[in-house]
């Protein structure tokens, strides 16, 4: 995605995500949100393809995206899947939300070190300040 949209489309959630909450209620002001989102979004887009296709249609492209998502992969698809799926835009404003928190995958217990050298390593010890001079 070109970075003008990434800008975009941050600047949004920054002015929103405070808004949203992990809970399976979903809040009236959650979908006045993801329309007025729809709304910015989408004109932009349909603004970049108009100048690039002559012809586009937003409305012929988003359900030819609904009706093709199984063949359509990546984080484009799962961006334009936010237009018309209400439950993807808001797992992305959690998501944000929860890294603007410091709270995003943290994927270090899984992480494993291993050395490449085939040698063994010797044994880890233990020296004293006195020792090192």
């Known amino acids: 995605m070109e970075e003008r949209f990434q800008q975009l489309q941050q600047g949004f959630m920054e002015k929103y995500y405070l808004e949203f909450d992990d809970s399976e209620e979903n809040k009236l002001s959650y979908m006045t949100i993801f329309h007025e989102y729809i709304e910015l979004l989408e004109k932009d887009i349909e603004q970049q393809l ?21 063949e359509v992969s990546g984080d484009i698809f ?45 044994p880890f010890t233990t020296c004293t300040a006195s020792q090192i001079q």
């Open 50 to 70: 108009i100048e690039r296709i002559p012809g586009f249609s937003m409305n012929s492209f988003i359900r030819s995206l609904q009706q093709h998502k199984d």
């Open 78 to 122: 799962d961006m334009l899947l936010t237009f018309t799926d209400f439950l993807a835009f808001k797992e992305m404003f959690l998501d944000y939300k929860a890294e603007r928190e410091g709270r995003g995958l943290d994927l270090s217990a899984g992480l494993v070190v291993k050395s490449l050298n085939s040698a063994p390593s010797p």
